[in-house]
């Protein structure tokens, strides 16, 4: 269910270092301001096509033709966006009937989250490209029309004149949490999604992750740990029992993640020769004994 409204707070700092909170609110736009957004995403595609500004359609033609993106990276997303949903079930239902232990569901949802981040890397590229089409830049315009147009402060005036007043401040602290307001009323957007994905609901139902969703040990919670069950902190270097930075064979290293340099013998430089002692004559004994 779509609200048609939502309030959030934004702390601003001056100049001079003073701080303050503005309070604002989106409304849900009504079909004048819709109308008028459709309208203003119509001039900016047309303009980006004037400007031969790609589609997204121009563009996988393109990438293919360059051997960006071709059949085997289709093939490869589909396997990959396949094989995260067999594991999903696997992780939901058991295999084979059978009662699984955590450990096995643990091994599952680390898999998973390899998967995604392998189906990220894959169509990464693709899609920082899609960003700079005529399709998206025009899509963008539109919802920043709506943004301009539908985010008042607490007292119903509003933040924005126009469009061109709300792209020029729209990498301000007001213009960011209005767009992201905007964005979970219309497009449902969730803030929670990571935590909401299945394998880190497992990880969290048995507590084997933390609030940021890094792995810990069951056994000791504020320990991190890899996909392997090592010790780790938290730039990811491994630790020994007494929390101090070693390598994967248990090699001691400095607070930076160097190897530290024992002591070692300077055997280049000359050693220094020893001084010649002289004996004293007897006429210098009985000198020195008056």
């Known amino acids: 269910m779509i609200k048609n409204k939502m309030e959030g707070k934004v702390t601003i700092e001056a100049e001079n270092g003073e701080k303050r909170e503005v309070e604002i609110y989106v409304q849900k736009p009504n079909n004048?301001?819709?109308?008028?957004?459709?309208?203003?995403?119509?001039?900016?595609?047309?303009?980006?096509?004037?400007?031969?500004?790609?589609?997204?359609?121009?563009?996988?033609?393109?990438?293919?033709?360059?051997?960006?993106?071709?059949?085997?990276?289709?093939?490869?997303?589909e396997e990959i966006t396949q094989a995260i949903?067999?594991?999903?079930?696997?992780?939901?239902?058991?295999?084979?009937?059978?009662k699984p232990k955590v450990s096995e569901g643990r091994d599952i949802a680390v898999e998973i989250r390899r998967k995604r981040s392998d189906l990220r890397d894959l169509i990464a590229e693709r899609i920082g490209l899609e960003e700079n089409t005529a399709d998206s830049l025009a899509d963008n315009a539109r919802f920043d029309f709506l943004v301009a147009h539908c985010t008042f402060y607490k007292d119903g005036k509003p933040v924005y004149k126009d469009y061109d007043e709300y792209n020029n401040k729209s990498a301000d602290e007001v213009a960011f949490e209005a767009a992201s307001l905007l964005g979970k009323m219309l497009y449902n957007l969730d803030s929670n999604f990571e935590k909401n994905l299945p394998e880190n609901k497992f990880l969290t139902k048995f507590n084997l992750v933390n609030d940021d969703l890094s792995l810990v040990d069951p056994n000791n919670p504020e320990h991190l740990i890899d996909t392997k069950g090592k010790r780790i902190d938290e730039d990811g270097y491994y630790l020994d029992e007494d929390g101090n930075r070693v390598d994967r064979e248990g090699n001691k290293l400095s607070e930076d993640g160097s190897y530290e340099i024992v002591e070692y013998e300077n055997d280049l430089l000359d050693k220094p020769k020893p001084r010649r002692r002289t004996r004293k004559t007897k006429t210098e004994e009985t000198d020195t004994e008056s």
């Open 85 to 98: 949903v067999n594991l999903e079930k696997e992780l939901s239902f058991g295999k084979n009937g059978k």
């Open 32 to 77: 004048d301001i819709v109308k008028k957004a459709d309208r203003h995403k119509s001039k900016v595609w047309n303009q980006c096509i004037q400007d031969e500004i790609l589609t997204k359609k121009e563009l996988a033609v393109l990438m293919r033709k360059r051997g960006i993106w071709d059949d085997k990276k289709d093939k490869e997303e």
